[in-house]
């Protein structure tokens, strides 16, 4: 049979677990709200997102961004870089 140390020591053990646990269930319970506090700030942009993507996958153009559409070229630029040089625009 043990002795009382060793059931002391246990008993012990097992409350230094416990305690550990709790506080990794706090942690986990932290990261679990700060995540679903993320998740419910993005959902504003994700559905605008599913809007857009929606709209344009119908088809309804009648909104044209001005860097999506034609032009005429005025100017060209060329980048050059170099691993010793700055990068330059001709």
Avoid: F
């Avoid at 700060?34 to 994700?46: I, L, N, T, V």
């Avoid at 996958?57 to 961004?65: I, P, R, S, T, V």
């Amino acid at each position: 049979m043990a002795g009382a140390k060793e059931i002391r020591s246990k008993i012990a053990s097992v409350q230094n677990t416990q305690k550990i646990t709790k506080a990794m269930e706090m942690v986990a319970a932290s990261k679990m709200r700060k995540s679903q506090d993320r998740m419910a700030a993005s959902r504003p942009y994700a559905e605008t997102m599913r809007k857009v993507i929606g709209h344009l996958a119908h088809g309804n153009l009648e909104y044209k961004h001005p860097y999506l559409e034609d032009r005429d070229v005025k100017r060209v630029a060329t980048w050059w870089c170099r691993p010793t040089v700055v990068c330059a625009v001709v």
